[in-house]
């Protein structure tokens, strides 16, 4: 009998269904404007973006009315830039993006293409859009790809890269629309956001970004914030130290917790540590570990315990060139440039003996969700996403829809393969293997590491079976590898196979073999080598179907159901025949941590022989339910993460809008003289309390104060002696004074350099401040935790205390500016002739007076020999020239560098 839901579905179709249905009006639309754009000349379809661009900016049509005409215009561009006509399906694709949608659309759908459509009718505005990818290789090859068709529209095209020239960079934030990777984009936001001048910023705002891949980076590297760090003190030789004495602990000493990824040190092996830590010198032999003297040592040892129980060689990462290299368990990348914080990198340096970088303090810092939520709108593609639909909807508020494939799934999905132990399991693939291999059938296996994919490679090697290995390691030829995958005959061992970018067509890719022949012969022409290449690869691409087309063999199940389906989705693109086999054993990760005692007890009760499996679809309900929990756990995690993040990222809203409005404003009088007055108006509050009687009142702190935090010294005590004199009249008169002051110094300045050295004084401030306040946030993370423990909510508290720090850091903010500012004052042509008198008699006293005499360098530079000067602190220089050398020894001209308006 079926149920209610059943039934309403059979009569109503699903919700996916009605929205499928919804957007076929629009695609018949666009079907029906084909004929009119095909008669249009190339410079017909750059006149019609034209036109399209007026309409939107200065007509105020919508992006909706103008839908179709656009799509039809793309299409058009597309088909004869590429000779690539979009099917109906990757229209109601591209309609799905653009409303703000993740198209799910499986691999081999086109999905490159289909980015075009929303891209270049939301380009119309003139606001750039961004099209997101997972790596550089794949931004620049689309780049370079789709250019083709956004040049045949009349619009341009950009990549950002990284270590990019800084005008080469700007140009392609620039452009209409720009591909980039999602590491890329939010570090140039964070950098944006530390640059002093507009004129130095690449981004132009966040409007519409298109991510493809788009679980991969809005969930799974999600869970890392980027960072950008400077270094701080080396105590490289502390993490050596205490790395010599984990080998010592054993396993009562540590308490390891996989499925939270967790591991603390037993009350034995604290006491152990302890001693060890004694006897090595490491720890004075009067202080014990719980003193708070000790926080920094306990801080080294809990993370070298991390490193060595936690991170695996050749699975969490790989040593190369003197360097640990991340490697992402979800695509099995290798993250050049990403450090684990903490300490716990340096730690992993320790371990294997490669050379300690300098531990880093965070500068700025931005999780992805909170920067992909600052687009006006957002869309994504993948060939996966409902399993995380709550997730995207709950975060982002992105809905997924399922586009329907152009052609039917032949794909033959079997069920699991469950051994008893992981060599049975390897030895049935193997055996497995050689069966497909003996009918010429290509085989992608998965594996879940690179240590995994090469025992398996040597198991194949000693069956006598050619094959190709994908991992982090073989980085370089990945494309290479993943086109030839689909060839007759091919084995390919690869780790995590998500996201790779490159299709694997049967027969292998026509591209590939055409660029081959042109590169062992370039005498050869173009188009006689396509031709030929093309013939051979119909018989080929026949011949891998007759032999029941790629079969995918994953070795182990994911945490995530979807990271295993983007490895299933790899066989049957675009209605090519296929099959999909997971082999598991019970030693796996996954069927060890959860919960596989009841299935050994059930396979021990059948009487299972040696290399024997289970095959039987509960066994895959099962194992899809253990996932999903998995995956909900995984979800809160992050969900707590992005709760914390969002208090820190009010405030960095705050401060980063605060910067573009210093940095907006022709200049910042008014702004500093605010600041000013208030650090006046909290003075007097502090030492003159508004309802004191006038023999309460602190005179003699607050005439230090106002020398200390306002630089002048006052005769407040006879202020305060007058008779009828209030706390509004000392502070009117406190104000008054300080702005006469600062009146007197723009004139010994000039008005213009003044506003100069306002705005880069209060820049530098803000960023200064803004870092010591990131790194107390990261201390009261650390630790609030434990007010659970008092029956509070953690969260609660940790925004109640964190936006009294925020308070506190504004306060401390508008003294350090007032007091900088107070203190500088422009030298009298005397000091500078003294200056240069001091620096040349030095310059002679040390190279002779020839060489000093050329040597001599202009008056600004000279000023470095006055008292308190530091190149880091423009307050202490002066006033230097404006095309005189820039005090902070860059080289360049004040009026380019630090004096630039």
């Known amino acids: 009998m079926l149920g209610l839901g059943t039934v309403a579905r059979k009569i109503f179709g699903t919700?996916?269904?009605?929205?499928?249905?919804?957007?076929?009006?629009?695609?018949?639309?666009?079907?029906?404007?084909?004929?009119?754009?095909?008669?249009?000349?190339?410079?017909?379809?750059?006149?019609?973006?034209?036109?399209?661009?007026?309409?939107?900016?200065?007509?105020?049509?919508?992006?909706?009315?103008?839908?179709?005409?656009?799509?039809?215009n793309c299409r058009e561009a597309a088909r004869r830039a590429l000779g690539l006509r979009a099917f109906d399906v990757q229209l109601m694709g591209g309609i799905f993006l653009h409303q703000g949608n993740i198209a799910e659309m499986r691999t081999g759908e086109g999905k490159t293409l289909v980015a075009t459509f929303p891209a270049y009718l939301n380009a119309l505005t003139g606001k750039g859009v961004h099209v997101v990818t997972v790596n550089d290789y794949?931004?620049?090859?689309?780049?370079?790809?789709?250019?083709?068709?956004?040049?045949?529209?009349g619009m341009t095209t950009g990549v950002v890269y990284p270590y990019q020239d800084a005008a080469e960079k700007k140009t392609a934030y620039q452009a209409d629309i720009t591909y980039a990777t999602n590491n890329e984009l939010g570090f140039d936001y964070l950098r944006?956001?530390?640059?002093?001048?507009?004129?130095?910023?690449?981004?132009?705002?966040?409007?519409?970004?298109?991510v493809d891949e788009v679980d991969s980076i809005l969930i799974d590297e999600a869970r890392t914030p980027l960072i950008i760090s400077g270094p701080s003190q080396d105590r490289s030789d502390l993490y050596v130290q205490v790395d010599r004495l984990i080998p010592l602990l054993t396993e009562e000493h540590f308490k390891l917790d996989e499925k939270t990824r967790n591991v603390?040190?037993?009350?034995?092996?604290?006491?152990?540590?302890?001693?060890?830590?004694?006897?090595?010198?490491?720890?004075?032999?009067?202080?014990?570990?719980?003193?708070?003297?000790?926080?920094?040592?306990?801080?080294?040892?809990?993370?070298?315990?991390?490193?060595?129980?936690?991170?695996?060689?050749?699975?969490?990462y790989i040593v190369r060139d003197d360097e640990i290299l991340l490697i992402d368990e979800f695509t099995g990348r290798m993250m050049k440039g990403r450090r684990l914080s903490d300490g716990l990198h340096q730690a992993i340096e320790a371990k294997e003996g490669v050379t300690i970088q300098p531990e880093n303090v965070t500068l700025a810092s931005v999780t992805f969700q909170n920067y992909f939520r600052l687009y006006n709108k957002l869309g994504g593609m993948t060939g996966t996403a409902s399993t995380e639909a709550d997730e995207f909807m709950e975060i982002y508020k992105l809905g997924v829809v399922e586009v329907p494939t152009n052609r039917p799934v032949q794909r033959k999905d079997e069920d699991d393969a469950v051994y008893r132990t992981s060599r049975e399991k390897f030895e049935g693939v193997v055996k497995t293997i050689q069966e497909a291999h003996a009918s010429g059938q290509p085989i992608l296996v998965g594996t879940t590491s690179i240590e995994k994919s090469e025992y398996l490679s040597e198991l194949l090697k000693a069956a006598g079976i050619e094959h190709n290995v994908l991992n982090a390691r073989q980085h370089e030829q990945e494309a290479q590898i993943v086109a030839d995958a689909g060839k007759l005959n091919a084995v390919t061992i690869a780790t995590n196979m998500a996201g790779r970018?490159?299709?694997?067509?049967?027969?292998?890719?026509?591209?590939?073999?055409?660029?081959?022949?042109i590169t062992a012969d370039p005498h050869l022409h173009p188009d006689e080598v396509r031709a030929r290449v093309e013939a051979e690869h119909a018989a080929d691409e026949e011949a891998v179907k007759a032999a029941g087309g790629l079969f995918v063999l994953a070795t182990e199940r994911h945490e995530s159901r979807r990271i295993d389906n983007q490895l299933r989705g790899r066989s049957g693109r675009q209605g090519d025949p296929g099959r999909s086999s997971f082999f598991l054993s019970l030693e796996d990760d996954l069927m060890r941590i959860f919960g596989s005692e009841r299935l050994d007890s059930v396979l021990s009760k059948l009487g299972m022989k040696e290399g024997e499996a289970i095959i039987h679809p509960w066994v895959n309900k099962s194992l899809e339910r253990a996932q999903a929990k998995v995956e909900g756990r995984n979800f809160d995690i992050r969900k707590q993460l992005l709760k914390f993040d969002d208090?820190?990222?009010?405030?960095?809203?705050?401060?980063?809008?605060?910067?573009?409005?210093?940095?907006?404003?022709?200049?910042?009088?008014?702004?500093?003289?605010?600041?000013?007055?208030?650090?006046?108006?909290?003075?007097?509050?502090?030492?003159?309390?508004?309802?004191?009687?006038?023999a309460k009142?602190?005179?003699?702190?607050?005439?230090?104060?106002v020398l200390e935090k306002m630089g002048m010294d006052l005769p407040i005590a006879d202020w305060a002696a007058e008779e009828g004199t209030d706390q509004e009249t000392i502070l009117e008169r406190l104000i008054a004074a300080s702005d006469q002051m600062m009146a007197e110094k723009a004139e010994g300045f000039g008005h213009e350099s003044m506003r100069t050295i306002e705005k880069q004084l209060l820049l530098q401030t803000i960023d200064t401040k803004w870092r010591e306040h990131l790194l107390t946030l990261e201390h009261l993370r650390s630790v609030i935790g434990f007010r659970g423990y008092a029956q509070r909510d953690p969260l609660n508290e940790y925004k109640t205390e964190s936006f009294a720090l925020f308070e506190s850091m504004l306060n401390s903010l508008r003294q350090d500016v007032t007091q900088k500012l107070s203190q500088i004052r422009p030298i009298t042509a005397e000091e500078q002739q003294q200056l240069m008198q001091q620096y040349l008699a030095q310059q002679q006293a040390a190279a002779g007076p020839s060489v000093?005499?050329?040597?001599?360098?202009?008056?600004?530079?000279?000023?470095?020999?006055?008292?308190?000067?530091?190149?880091?602190?423009?307050?202490?220089?002066?006033?230097?020239?404006?095309?005189?050398?820039?005090?902070?020894?860059?080289?360049?001209?004040?009026?380019?560098?630090?004096?630039?308006?």
């Open 647 to 694: 208090v820190m990222n009010d405030q960095r809203k705050a401060i980063f809008g605060q910067r573009m409005e210093v940095m907006q404003a022709p200049d910042i009088e008014e702004i500093v003289q605010d600041m000013r007055h208030q650090v006046a108006e909290d003075l007097t509050t502090n030492y003159m309390p508004p309802k004191a009687y006038a």
């Open 697 to 705: 009142w602190d005179v003699a702190g607050m005439h230090e104060a």
């Open 852 to 901: 000093a005499a050329a040597a001599a360098p202009p008056v600004v530079a000279a000023a470095a020999a006055l008292a308190g000067f530091d190149a880091a602190d423009p307050t202490t220089w002066g006033n230097p020239a404006r095309n005189d050398e820039c005090p902070c020894g860059s080289g360049e001209k004040f009026k380019h560098c630090h004096g630039k308006l």
């Open 501 to 517: 970018g490159t299709d694997i067509k049967l027969g292998g890719n026509v591209e590939f073999k055409v660029m081959e022949a």
């Open 15 to 72: 919700p996916n269904d009605r929205m499928v249905k919804s957007v076929r009006p629009l695609v018949a639309k666009i079907n029906a404007l084909e004929p009119e754009f095909a008669a249009l000349s190339d410079e017909g379809l750059i006149e019609k973006t034209a036109a399209f661009r007026q309409r939107v900016q200065e007509g105020g049509e919508s992006l909706e009315a103008l839908l179709p005409e656009a799509f039809a």
């Open 192 to 210: 944006d956001n530390m640059k002093a001048t507009l004129e130095e910023m690449s981004q132009r705002g966040h409007n519409f970004a298109i």
């Open 264 to 316: 603390t040190y037993s009350e034995d092996g604290n006491e152990f540590i302890e001693q060890q830590l004694h006897a090595a010198g490491i720890l004075p032999s009067d202080q014990s570990l719980y003193e708070p003297e000790s926080t920094t040592i306990v801080h080294h040892v809990t993370q070298a315990l991390r490193a060595h129980k936690l991170f695996q060689k050749d699975q969490q």
């Open 138 to 153: 794949l931004a620049k090859r689309d780049a370079e790809w789709m250019s083709k068709v956004y040049g045949a529209l």
